[in-house]
């Protein structure tokens, strides 16, 4: 699995586990909190929100920049966590379990989560927060109500790390799909898919499954788009013999290419210079 989706499935394990287990779920605590800063071990697990400011945040010794809309996890394990100071408000909520095996598995999903290193920016959280807040000030700590908030808190985080994931995808994507326009299109190189995926360090299969899922098509068939691309502005312009367009726009050999061709195309490479040729001298 690929770290981008690792988030989306701590939030699921998450949700999961707070609505199988509610009846040993324990809210500590849900508040707002403005530039008092903070210093201590973590004693639950908490996730924090970033309502204004920006605040630099020191966790077992590793740096955590945060800014408006940011969501930062805190574990139980935590040993210290402390800011330097700073102009910032936010908002709270600490949890915990009274079963051993329901904390150890909050631990496993807040490690897939790396919102204790790598905050996520998500957009309105607050008015789930406040939510929150206010069944607990009506003494309302076990009630069905507050579980029902405080899922569609962690349902609104779900959300949120999608459309992250789905964002870095969008960018990897493009960023393939560049390189293949240059390294295909104005080389003629021939790639493997193999080549490709161990330049972005994925695994095959992923990536050729999240550029179909972007682009429509696999990476196969935009490698050879590019090609017939190329090879149509060769016929086009200049006077280069087929075998030669072949090689030069990145296929096995003329046989190939004019195979590829007309299947695309609907006629031969040399039909089609000839086409081309005819329409230029109308012109």
């Not at 920016?121 to 009630?143: F, P």
């Not at 569609?152 to 994507?173: D, E, F, M, N, W």
């Not at 972005?200 to 179909?212: A, D, G, H, T, V």
């Not at 429509?216 to 490698?223: D, F, L, P, S």
Request: proline letters at 2%.
């Amino acid at each position: 699995m690929h770290a981008d989706n690792q988030p989306r499935i701590g939030v699921e394990a998450l949700i999961k586990l707070v609505d199988q287990n509610w009846s040993h779920i324990r809210i500590h605590s849900c508040g707002f909190w403005e530039n008092l800063g903070w210093d201590g071990p973590g004693r639950w697990f908490e996730l924090n929100y970033l309502t204004g400011g920006s605040q630099l945040v020191i966790q077992d010794g590793q740096p955590v920049q945060l800014k408006q809309s940011d969501l930062l996890a805190v574990q139980d394990t935590l040993r210290n966590s402390s800011c330097t100071g700073g102009q910032f408000r936010l908002y709270y909520i600490g949890f915990y379990s009274d079963k051993a095996e329901i904390n150890t598995a909050f631990r496993e999903s807040f490690a897939k989560l790396k919102l204790d290193t790598r905050p996520m920016a998500i957009q309105g959280l607050q008015q789930d927060y406040q939510a929150i807040m206010a069944d607990l000030n009506l003494g309302r700590q076990d009630s069905v109500l507050v579980k029902q908030h405080f899922l569609h808190l962690l349902v609104r985080i779900y959300h949120g790390a999608a459309q992250t994931s789905q964002s870095a995808h969008r960018k990897l994507i493009h960023a393939v799909m560049n390189d293949l326009h240059e390294r295909v299109g104005n080389t003629g190189e021939r790639l493997l898919l193999s080549e490709i995926a161990a330049r972005y360090s994925l695994n095959e299969r992923y990536l050729n499954q999240l550029f179909k899922q972007e682009t429509g098509v696999t990476i196969g068939i935009y490698m050879n788009a590019i090609r017939l691309e190329q090879a149509k502005r060769l016929l086009e312009t200049t006077s280069m013999p087929i075998t030669a367009i072949a090689h030069a726009a990145g296929f096995y050999d003329g046989a190939h290419f004019s195979r590829t061709f007309k299947g695309k195309e609907g006629v031969s490479p040399q039909e089609y210079r000839a086409m081309q040729r005819r329409n230029t001298s109308l012109d």
